[in-house]
């Protein structure tokens, strides 16, 4: 099945993709499925128990508030960050929750949202269960999920017939494609760019105006996030005590030019902080594939943006358009998910597809563009997800500037000095991911029992 660039570009919420707007649409699915089989009525309580990697890491990536908010009938692209705090407070301190924004039913935490740290369901490492009882404690309902990564979710029937999460096309793409190879072939045959395909591909879902705005919107939403991280301060929620730093390297940047010829580089970084400090206090930003993830397209295509001279509204969509169809490649032959890949599944992957839609925005050919993205993802590999105290702070934050500057170097490398011949294709090195993250110990893939998350708390 085909995925839709909207689909992988979702606009939502910090701090996770996979442990905040996965599970608040999970948690939102089941409360509508409830109203939707006539069930509200008798709901008279609601228990989630959470699996895996999302008990393990949950509190530190906000999940109980994203079950509290799916629950109440939020969705992540529409919540107005602001009134989280407000939301969830009421819910807690009033001890009552509005199902599906309809039905009020108790709500007590400690018994209503458990944390399994020592239990996995079977599919996938972000699994969770919601549970619908009725006033004689009959269960009325209950139903198992799994967050995917890049907030993807599918039902457990779903994930056992093989879905994605992803919505399926109204009618058959133009141009469908599974690998890489597939994708410049049908460049070659029909001579188009990556970005052309994307588009003819598009129209299954929508007119191509309205794919533009989507597109424009998801750029404005980028650019947004960016101006907030530059001017925001003070500490990062959670413990760590992090401060913001994307402000004072925005004055900093802004001042008198400087002789160094690095500064464009400190500008990518600057980006690129800005968009994971808002990630990590809960802003709104985009999925670009994940939440962990999401300051890398955004720094690179703001670079595009700001220092490539000739910058043009319909390079930016050229730029998400061939970004898409590279994160297409990786959702369908490996995973998002950085509880099944570890960071290279989400960072890794964000620097393959950035530096695939910088080159074609530099002009690279799709030969270039592939290799580009091959570049972005062989120097992540075996990259790890060992996030400090379950937060989506250290070393999340800087890895997304590494992330950032690596693509443009990639970019750089593909298309001003490479002519799209090389060793190692683009479909090898995402199988070589896919089977690096099967074979990593799963105390590196998001549960903070190993690497960072362990040594910097014995120092």
Known sequence: MQISVLDLFKIGIGPSSSHTVGPMRAARRFAEGLADGGMLDRVVRVQTDLYGS????????????????????????????????????TVRDSGRLLLAGLRPVEWREPRDLLFHQQEFLPTHPNGMRFTAFAADGRTLASSEYFSVGGGFVVSREEAEAGATGAAPSPEPVRYPFGTAVELL???????????????????????????DAALD????????????GCRGAGELPGGLRVRRRAAK????????????????LDWVSLFALAVNEENAAGGRVVTAPTNGAAGVVPAVLAYYVRFVPGATPEGIRTFLLTAGAIGMLYK?????????MGCQGEVGVACSMAAAGLAAV???????????????????????CDPVAGLVQVPCIERNTMGATKAVNAARLAVLYGDGKHHVPLDRVIETMRQTGLDMHGKYKETSQGGLSVNLADC
């Not at 390297?249 to 464009?264: H, M, N």
């Open 54 to 89: 999302l008990a393990l890491t949950g509190r530190g990536h906000a999940t109980d508030r994203a079950i509290l908010l799916g629950l109440l009938g939020e969705r992540p692209d529409q919540v107005d960050p602001e009134r989280i705090p407000d939301l969830v407070t």
């Open 249 to 264: 390297l925005y004055r900093s940047l802004s001042g008198e030019p400087g002789a160094d010829p690095l500064t464009t």
């Open 362 to 384: 530099m002009g690279g050919t799709n030969e270039q563009i592939e290799e580009a993205a091959e570049i972005g993802m062989e120097h992540n590999l075996g990259l790890t």
């Open 332 to 340: 369908k032959n490996a995973s998002l998910s950085a509880a099944e």
């Open 217 to 228: 919107r998801i750029w404005q939403t980028m650019e947004a996030c960016i101006d907030r």
């Open 185 to 211: 072939e049908t460049g070659q045959r029909q001579a188009l760019s990556i970005a052309e395909i994307l588009r003819a591909n598009e129209a299954a879902w929508r007119p191509a105006a309205e794919t």
